[in-house]
């Protein structure tokens, strides 16, 4: 949900307060002026809150402390006592040049977000199923450059670290011309992307809406 703007939030507590300058000389019922001071604390919490939001209250670890930056959010409701998540993803899209895979960065910040809410590591289990041009995101530069890295070696190295399973499609692999040891390490290939999801589904993974 959008917040508020915060100028029109400050213009509300100056009326506010304008009102509480006034009251001093025209001796309000004393209920009324407590109502203001309420709605004037209020609004000043609400403030201070606004500005720790935003992009700057994102950081990454405690798991993966490279990737997958998340937010604190106050207020949440507690996650049941030895929960255990066990998702799947699915991607297909190839990351924009100079970007990393979103999926990819997506499983991090799950692992990143429950780990900081309190789930022990090891009761994560996540895979990321990848097809279409994303193959190309886990697999090693072709074209002959001398010590050429893929930029999402750290970031899949990180995340099979952390019990992320990185399953390629075997019919993708095929159609983009890339072989099983092209993949980057601890990728897996499996039949098809569809193969993969059913076996996932097959052992209690849950797919992810998005």
Known sequence: MARRPAG???LIATVIRERL???QFERPHAMTTRLLIFLAFMISLTLAQNAQAGPEAFSTGPAIKEFGPVADIVGADPLPEGVRFRLSYDTASEAA???????LVTAA???N???RAGVAPENINLAVVVHGKAVRDVSKPSGGKDGAVNRHAELIAALTKHNVRIIVCGQSAAYYDVAAEDLLENVEISLSAMTAH???QNDGYAMNPF
Do not use: E, P, S, Y
Not at 97 to 103: P, R, S, V
């Open 8 to 10: 029109r939030w400050r």
């Open 21 to 23: 300058r006034q009251t």
């Open 97 to 103: 040049d100079g970007a990393l895979n979103k999926t």
């Open 109 to 111: 910040r799950f692992i």
């Open 113 to 115: 977000m429950h780990v």
């Open 198 to 200: 059913v076996l996932l």
